[in-house]
């Protein structure tokens, strides 16, 4: 299979479908959160556009994989499914690279997210990496797809693995093999890890998770003061820009609105009629599914608790690597999809649903994503049981409208909220 | 070919009341213990060593309808983990007292937190089980293996002692070396025995004490070498993918007139491949846990050229015409190395026929179709 010249054009459309969201949503005083956001992430792709002409160093990297190693190295990082995510919602023709991961031989099974990465590497459609880094926190697909990845581009890699079980023992061995991986980027550069930069970026990575924490707890507030497609926001801000000052701008912004909204008892929309907990993410070519939900029908995420800081130590910048091997079994996405469910996602789903007081919840069952699938009915009987709330599957792909369209998942929310009526 | 061989009767009858067998029966009317164990990657031998019967969950050797299977677990993990529930939600598997899983793969990891949630048996284990060969990694799967033998003495009230783990590690590394003895016979150019039959014969090992096993195992060998069968087939194939168990899917590449002549499977030669290291002088649980990490690799393991490089030796070594790779749905292991081992193999001149399947699937229909076209492919070959 020959990798095609590298063409950024796909990107720039990325940036500048961004650029303009993020002018359209100035325009608006209650959606400046999503303003920022969006200025966030196009200037985010622009960097990886403009990384090699400015001289930098580019590494991609797949899900999960802590971005403050790279920005303590002064790396441009890229992650890979973001791009997938956002294009699927802006860049014509995008299918074209789900095609040319199958003309390659990646079966439909294989999730799409990783079908996707496959075929935008072979169309050459992102800047061509100096090098990839990939690790097993979310599931098989993050752990395999690094080293088709690797081939592809024909650069090197590095697998980041991380144990299953939050043990001392597992903390230790994650830690050494963020040691590697730092040594590996100095290779790489020829150039050596800042310590000191790094113990501060940390300190930027524990001031976000605290302001993470602050709004869930801001959250709990009755009207509720969010609006739904903000977890799905602090999710990429979170997963590509931790301990940078940018992602805590976003916070706060984020933080600020919330708190002002539930010190004043307001809603963000007039009429709260249904507490739901969103499990998992819609179909990237939906999001608008979210706003959907709750402008029409007055459905409130209330808590998303695959995206969540739960239990779980504090960061200590003074030991970064330590700090960060910890974070990483505790954080958002990591802890849920990677971890016994017993204690992690079953536990957790419970505990939110009762905290937040949730009527019902909404399961987005992603059909690439074998993880969080498997867990459904383990989680509906939990919660039916501790809770008792019923639950909604909606069966999708994240990346491929044919799966799903937008009218069939409304018609199931719809029927879904008759119910939650008929229980009231 | 001439008659079947005579053990393979008593092979065959022992499969048939799978998955209770009789072995298995007479092993729990003494009132002894049975723990399932589902991945290779379990170190039978400390649950050998409690006294305990390991026998490996699989599901049936043939398709079965999933549906009560579907209602716990998504459609989206494997057929293989799903026939597995089947079988245990159907009560075929009350017989068990335990289970013992691996973090080895999505659909492995899930199927513990359901066994878990719904206590399908007493005793439930998962076996963290890293992805890397590295002394780091070594170091850390060792503590997990000496974990295991702790949280079986405990539940089960037993002491696990090194000399149980040694008489064990001779009792597998036996059974191990009369398989490398069947597979060997294998390389002749009209061997003994079919690809199909030794799968069966592997079936029946998993569901049975191992003494016992062995003993079976050493009568096959003896006969298969009396040279009083040969096995003839136009071409010599590989079968290799995801775990499989039904040995009529091979049997029907075999009708066709492929001989199947080795396979890269975890219900095959990647189970018993290397030896554990039997040496006196080490620890067992160190022995063990060395043997089973770098044991001939599972697709999930890093870098992948370990098990690439391994195909490729085996390609040599037993003459393979052509790969036949049959690839569970869902299994995505094996569906992200494909495209990397097809291109490698293509490499050296090797044609792959690969083939998304069910598990449990016989080699009906469509399968028949691309098989004979697949042969029909090599015959061509051979011509030019």
Redesign the interface.
């Known amino acids: 299979m020959k990798v095609q010249a590298v063409d950024t054009t796909k990107l720039e459309e990325v940036i500048q479908g961004l650029e303009v969201g993020a002018q359209l949503e100035r325009r608006r005083p209650d959606r400046v959160c999503d303003a920022v956001c969006y200025e966030l992430l196009a200037d985010y792709f622009r960097k990886a556009q403009k990384a090699k002409e400015e001289g930098k160093y580019l590494v991609c990297h797949t899900t999960t994989i802590p971005p403050e190693v790279f920005y303590a190295m002064d790396i441009v990082p890229l992650q890979l499914e973001s791009v997938g995510t956002l294009a699927s919602q802006i860049v014509q023709n995008f299918g074209d690279a789900l095609s040319a991961a199958s003309a390659f031989g990646l079966v439909p099974e294989v999730c799409s997210a990783h079908r996707l990465l496959a075929g935008q590497t072979i169309l050459g459609w992102l800047p061509r990496p100096d090098a990839i880094v990939w690790s097993n926190q979310v599931c098989d697909n993050t752990a395999k797809s690094g080293n088709l990845l690797v081939e592809l581009s024909g650069c090197p890699g590095f697998f980041l693995e991380r144990p299953y079980r939050y043990t001392e023992g597992g903390v230790q061995y994650f830690a050494q093999e963020l040691e590697e991986l730092v040594h590996f980027l100095e290779e790489l550069t020829g150039r050596n890890m800042d310590w000191d930069r790094l113990a501060e970026i940390m300190e930027q990575s524990r001031r976000l998770m605290e302001l993470h924490r602050e709004i869930r707890e801001l959250r709990k507030a009755v009207p509720s003061p969010w609006r739904n497609l903000w977890y799905i926001h602090m999710m990429g801000t979170e997963l590509y820009m931790a301990g940078t000052p940018e992602a805590i701008t976003h916070f706060e912004t984020i933080r600020d609105e919330v708190k002002k909204r539930a010190e004043g008892g307001e809603g963000y929309i007039h009429e709260e009629r249904y507490r739901v907990l969103t499990l998992f993410v819609p179909p990237a070519y939906s999001w608008t599914l979210l706003g959907w939900m709750q402008r029409k029908h007055g459905a409130i995420s209330v808590a998303e608790p695959y995206f969540s800081y739960r239990d779980g130590g504090e960061i200590d910048p003074t030991k970064p690597l330590d700090s960060l091997a910890r974070k990483s079994f505790y954080c958002p996405i990591c802890r849920p999809m990677y971890g016994p469910a017993e204690e992690g996602i079953l536990h957790d789903t419970v505990r939110d649903a009762l905290e937040y007081k949730a009527e019902g919840t909404v399961y987005f069952a992603h059909i690439g994503c074998r993880q969080t699938d498997a867990c459904i009915r383990i989680i509906k009987d939990a919660l039916l049981e501790e809770a008792g709330i019923p639950t909604l599957i909606l069966d999708m792909d994240l990346y491929d409208p044919t799966y799903a369209p937008d009218d069939q998942l409304k018609d199931k929310l719809e029927g879904f909220f008759e119910l939650l009526d008929e229980r009231k | 070919m001439t008659d079947d061989l005579e053990t393979l009767r008593e092979v065959r009858e022992i499969n048939s009341s799978f998955p209770y067998t009789a072995p298995i029966r007479a092993w729990k009317e003494q009132g002894k213990k049975v723990i399932a164990f589902e991945c290779t990657y379990v170190p039978e031998e400390i649950i050998h060593a409690a006294g305990i019967l390991p026998i490996r969950l699989t599901g049936d050797s043939r398709e079965l309808d999933l549906e009560e299977a579907n ?4 459609i ?3 057929s293989f983990v799903r026939s597995c529930l089947e079988l245990v939600l159907r009560k075929q598997y009350d017989f068990l007292d335990g289970f013992v899983s691996a ?1 080895t ?3 492995s ?6 066994w ?3 206590k399908l048996t007493p005793f439930v284990y ?1 076996l ?1 089980v ?3 060969m590295t002394e ?2 070594h170091k ?1 799967y060792r ?1 997990e293996v000496q974990d295991l033998k702790q949280r079986l003495e405990e539940f089960f009230d037993v002491e696990i002692s090194a000399q149980a783990l040694r008489q064990a590690i001779k009792v597998y590394n036996k059974g191990r070396e009369l398989l490398r003895e069947l597979y060997e016979l294998r390389k002749s150019d009209t061997p003994p025995i079919t690809g199909s039959e030794v799968l069966e014969v592997l079936n029946a090992g998993f569901k049975m004490p191992r003494e016992q096993f062995n003993d079976l195992l050493g009568r096959l060998v003896e006969e298969a070498s009396s040279g009083q069968r040969a096995v003839e087939g136009k071409f010599r194939l590989m079968v290799n993918g995801s775990p499989l168990n039904n040995a009529d899917f091979i049997k029907t590449i075999e009708d066709l007139g492929g001989l199947v002549v080795v396979d890269e499977l975890c219900t095959g030669a990647r189970y018993w491949w290397d030896l554990v290291d039997a040496d006196p002088e080490i620890d067992p649980i160190e022995a063990l846990s060395r043997r089973y990490l770098n044991n001939f690799p599972c ?2 393991m ?3 050229e370990g098990r690439f490089d391994q195909v490729l030796q085996m390609v040599e070594d037993y003459h393979v015409d052509g790969i036949v790779s049959e ?1 569970v ?5 094996c ?6 081992l ?1 291109r490698r193999l293509e490499k050296q001149g090797v044609p792959v026929l ?1 083939l ?1 399947v069910e598990y449990g699937m016989p080699g009906t229909g469509q399968i028949r179709t691309r098989v004979q076209a697949f042969l029909e492919m090599l015959e061509r070959r051979t011509k030019k």
């Not at chain 2, 569906?335 to 990397?340: E, G, I, V």
């Open positions: 209602a716990y677990m998504y989206n993990t494997c973090t793969c999505d659909s990891r899930r199927l513990t937190d359901v878990k949630y719904y998962i963290n890293p992805r890397k780091r990694a850390l503590e697709p999930r890093f870098p992948p690839i749905r869902y299994c995505v292991h569906a992200h190395d494909q495209p990397l097809r690969e998304n």
